[in-house]
């Protein structure tokens, strides 16, 4: 009886740890308010769910199937991860479907589910924005072109949840010779919207370097990251009820962290229910209020590209260089119940 009582004991530890997998652990957070603590408690750590991509980008969660998708761009390819199946290629190739090389970052960058439900990509080989669904089908090209003229490489994009267009930026990073690439048809880095029945507007055309972008919970107010290393800042930009935006304004300045040597730039960000942005750049993930305030920073130890909710929104997904992260938190992203 005492032998069945422990291999009883065994199993149900084994179960309990399938179930519930330990994963190794990276980085630090680092508090410099005390308000941080409502949305990071003290014994929050920094996850590394899955290692070895060459630049890891664009987390989105796929709430209908519970998992995630994300880019790693220099290899073309989407990859899967859900806490039950682990890693998986999920598409390949996923930003550049020509003959012989691009460039060194020729896949998808940023990814969305659109309120279709269809994975829409930023594609850097390609220079478009596409849509696809998520079973069965193949892609359609939402945007490739503004006036006549391939677009640079979009990098990050987001979908405004009422009027349902698609804003994007259009850095040259995915450029085999990027800003200098004879290929350029487009002068500036803009940022652009696609309406709904496909029109491209160029809405910013005097960011250096545009990347990350996201909306604020009430959607008036659109955030947009420049990984300008001269002019590392985040700016906020009114939606005005055309659904292009007003003159914007300087949120925050990450240039000083730039100096410091602290790796990364802004990139990638997302919103939390509070307003509060979870914004990449030097450092790691910086937590800053919608007045621009920073409450603390996810520090990673490597160059962090971006970041999405996930499972039921109060979990950060982190892809930082080399890996995948997650940090669970006390709040939710913006749009989750």
């Not at 659904?243 to 300045?253: E, I």
């Not at 993930?285 to 590209?305: E, K, N, R, W, Y």
Request: a negative charge.
């Amino acid at each position: 009886m005492k032998n069945l009582y422990i291999i009883f004991t065994l199993l149900t530890s084994m179960s309990i740890s399938q179930a519930q997998p330990v994963y190794p652990t990276l980085g630090r957070v680092q508090y410099d308010s005390p308000e941080l603590e409502k949305l990071l408690p003290k014994s929050s750590t920094i996850e590394v769910l899955a290692s070895g991509f060459v630049w890891s980008e664009g987390p989105v969660w796929v709430k209908e199937g519970g998992y995630l998708l994300f880019s790693d761009v220099p290899a073309n390819t989407v990859f899967r991860w859900s806490e039950k199946d682990g890693l998986s290629e999920f598409l390949k190739p996923s930003g550049y479907t020509g003959r012989g090389e691009y460039s060194d970052e020729p896949g998808s960058n940023g990814l969305i589910i659109d309120s279709q439900g269809r994975l829409v990509s930023c594609e850097h080989g390609d220079r478009r924005l596409s849509a696809m669904p998520l079973t069965g089908g193949g892609k359609i090209t939402l945007a490739d072109r503004f006036e006549g003229k391939r677009f640079n490489s979009p990098n990050d994009v987001a979908q405004h949840p009422t009027n349902g267009s698609y804003y994007f930026t259009d850095p040259p990073y995915g450029l085999a010779k990027k800003d200098k690439d004879p290929t350029r048809e487009i002068k500036e880095f803009g940022v652009y919207r696609v309406t709904a029945d496909g029109t491209v507007v160029r809405i910013i055309d005097n960011l250096t370097r545009p990347n990350g972008l996201a909306f604020s919970p009430d959607a008036k107010t659109l955030y947009v990251a420049q990984s300008d290393p001269e002019r590392a800042i985040l700016m906020a930009y009114p939606v005005l009820e055309n659904g292009n935006v007003g003159a914007g304004k300087l949120l925050y300045d990450a240039t000083p962290l730039v100096k410091k040597g602290l790796k990364g730039l802004p990139d990638g960000l997302k919103v939390d229910q509070a307003g509060n942005l979870w914004a990449t750049g030097p450092g790691g993930v910086l937590i800053l209020t919608d007045t621009g305030t920073l409450l603390g920073t996810i520090q990673t130890g490597q160059p962090t590209a971006n970041c999405a909710w996930g499972d039921d929104g109060s979990s950060l997904y982190i892809t930082a260089d080399g890996y995948l992260c997650r940090i669970k938190t006390a709040t939710k992203g913006a749009g989750w119940d």
